[in-house]
């Protein structure tokens, strides 16, 4: 019933084609025609010339100048079906599912068991497929303030990297009494908020039962991971960015406990530069020093001011991401390593962005105007140089590294491990770098 009410629902114009070949057909009348209209429905359209050749059965219903139309049974019966049919349909559908719903309602423990059961195969084994594709490694929940990895990798980050990259693996190590937190400096686009993601991916990984894309981890329980990444408002409530953040920091402050993991990317920056530097330094002094809290924490900021407090908050440490320079080149080396740094690249990465040339060498002009002395007014206000015509730009060295990259280089070498093959090579490098 159900496949005839769907046949015809949404077939119901074929079979009136039908319907017309078949009469056509039985009663030699090559000119019949279904048609339909609002007063009659549907009816059959035969001229004058066949009208001795109409069957008994036929109910006249109109006489035309040159047809009379009429009605059968069958049509009448089958345009109730065809109106009625999707009506028909839905209520014969709900009808034969409320019997189904009856029958296997005694069955529903049983069914929810087994559901559950499959779930948690389906869960493991995607666990399993990915720990064995993936190279994963079992980490060591345990009780205690430490969580430890070595050669992390972003899970999500790595699956979309083409086949001929490699994701560069980062280490991390907190303990809530030697060291809780961890302030992170480094440019724009060098991975730090990649880093925070995976530390936390690898965290919530770990505590569900899956293995982790780690060389190796111990994770201390977390209760609860809190985050604060990104920049984005809520304009449906008339809360400004900066306003959201606040609000997720004021949940983090108020809720955060011994077993918790928090991740701050960049408190402060919707707001002016000195608000915004002193409240991320009175979120850094609250995490430190509230007792009850005392959270294991990782914390990004471009205020390299704050890195002053690894020599005031005991549990506090300092590391950026590597980063690499060769004359007004930078190379983002992906790596978190231990220390600080005092440059942001921002100029660069804007350059990397398209900024227009002209602007990227007055920004350089400012940047070192502002650096390299401080031009005040008596009443304490900064002023800036003007700018000077395009004649007289002088194109400064986009990032001068405080020492050469032929003295990095040479200072980098591990010569204690190397053959004379290779410092032969590296001689040659160096060499083809110190002409380019």
Same mark, same amino acid.
């Given at each position: 019933r159900i496949k005839e009410l769907r046949h015809i629902a949404h077939g119901g114009k074929d079979y009136l084609l039908e319907l017309q070949d078949r009469e056509r /057909? &039985?009663? /030699?009348?090559?000119?019949?025609?279904?048609? +339909? @209209?609002?007063?009659?429905?549907?009816y059959i359209d035969i001229t004058h010339a066949h009208k001795d050749k109409v069957p008994e059965h036929y109910i006249r219903k109109q006489t035309l100048t040159n047809s009379e139309r009429y009605i059968t049974q069958e049509l009448k019966e089958y345009e109730d079906t065809i109106l009625h049919a999707e009506e028909n349909l839905i209520a014969l559908e709900y009808e034969l599912y409320e019997q189904l719903i009856e029958k296997i309602s005694a069955h529903i423990p049983l069914l929810q068991a087994n559901a559950h059961k499959v779930a948690q195969i389906d869960v493991l084994s995607s666990f399993a497929h990915s720990a064995q594709r993936e190279q994963w490694v079992r980490p060591d929940v345990e009780v205690s303030g430490v969580l430890e990895i070595k050669g992390g990798r972003h899970p999500v980050v790595e699956s979309l990297l083409p086949p001929h990259e490699s994701f560069i693996p980062n280490d991390i190590f907190?303990?809530?009494?030697t060291d809780q937190i961890l302030l992170? !400096?480094?440019? @724009?686009?060098?991975? /730090?908020? !990649? +880093?925070l993601r995976q530390i936390a991916l690898i965290t919530l990984m770990a505590q569900m039962g899956c293995f982790v894309p780690a060389v190796s981890a111990r994770i201390g329980l977390v209760d609860k991971i809190f985050t604060r990444v990104g920049a984005s408002d809520n304009l449906a409530y008339g809360e400004s960015t900066f306003l959201t953040e606040m609000i997720e920091t004021a949940n983090i402050l108020n809720t955060a406990t011994t077993r918790s993991l928090v991740l701050l990317d960049e408190i402060g920056r919707g707001t002016s530069t000195y608000d915004g530097l002193s409240i991320a330094w009175a979120v850094v002094e609250?995490? #430190? @020093?509230? #007792?009850?809290? &005392? *959270?294991?924490?990782?914390f990004a900021t471009h205020y390299h001011e704050l890195t002053d407090l690894e020599n005031i908050l005991e549990r506090v440490k300092n590391y950026n991401v590597q980063v690499k320079e060769y004359g007004d080149k930078v190379i983002f080396m992906r790596k978190i390593i231990p220390g600080s740094t005092d440059k942001s690249y921002g100029i660069y990465? *804007?350059?990397m962005a398209g900024i227009p040339q002209?602007?990227?060498k007055r920004a350089n002009e400012i940047l070192f105007h502002l650096s390299g002395s401080d031009h005040t007014l008596p009443d304490g206000k900064h002023v800036m140089t003007p700018a000077v015509k395009e004649d007289n730009i002088v194109q400064l060295d986009i990032f001068t590294a405080k020492e050469?990259?032929?003295?990095?280089?040479?200072? @980098?070498?591990?010569?204690?491990?190397? !053959?004379?093959?290779? *410092?032969?090579?590296?001689?040659?490098?160096l060499k083809k770098k110190i002409k380019t």
């Open positions: /057909k &039985r009663l /030699k009348i090559p000119t019949l025609k279904i048609s +339909y @209209n609002r007063v009659f429905g549907y907190l303990d809530i009494d992170i !400096t480094g440019p @724009n686009m060098s991975g /730090k908020s !990649t +880093y609250y995490l #430190h @020093n509230k #007792h009850d809290i &005392r *959270a294991r924490t990782l990465v *804007a350059q002209d602007v990227v050469s990259f032929l003295h990095d280089e040479v200072n @980098n070498l591990d010569i204690d491990n190397m !053959t004379p093959m290779d *410092a032969l090579r590296k001689l040659s490098e």
